[in-house]
């Protein structure tokens, strides 16, 4: 997960997010250590809205079949808010 996300490094110097989000950002891809399922979930929500906030375009997340670990993850977050 986080080897996908690093080609989004920029964003922890984007002058468009606020210090917290860019701390957010280096905090995550450099930190050491594994992931467990709610640092995947935020990651996810958080890297999509700052990639919207830095672009300012939608962002899309798209995931096939070996991600199906984190769209499984997500679906049960999401069945959990309701």
């Given at each position: ?18 210090v917290d989000e860019r701390d ?59």
């Amino acid at each position: 997960m986080k080897q996908n996300l690093k080609k989004y490094k920029y964003l922890g110097w984007s002058e468009k997010l606020d210090v917290d989000e860019r701390d957010f950002v280096n905090k995550f891809l450099f930190s050491k250590g594994e992931l467990d399922q709610i640092d995947i979930e935020l990651a996810l929500l958080n890297f999509s809205t700052y990639l919207k906030k830095h672009h300012g375009k939608d962002i899309i997340v798209l995931m096939d079949e070996y991600d199906s670990p984190i769209n499984n993850a997500f679906m049960n977050f999401k069945n959990e808010e309701e």
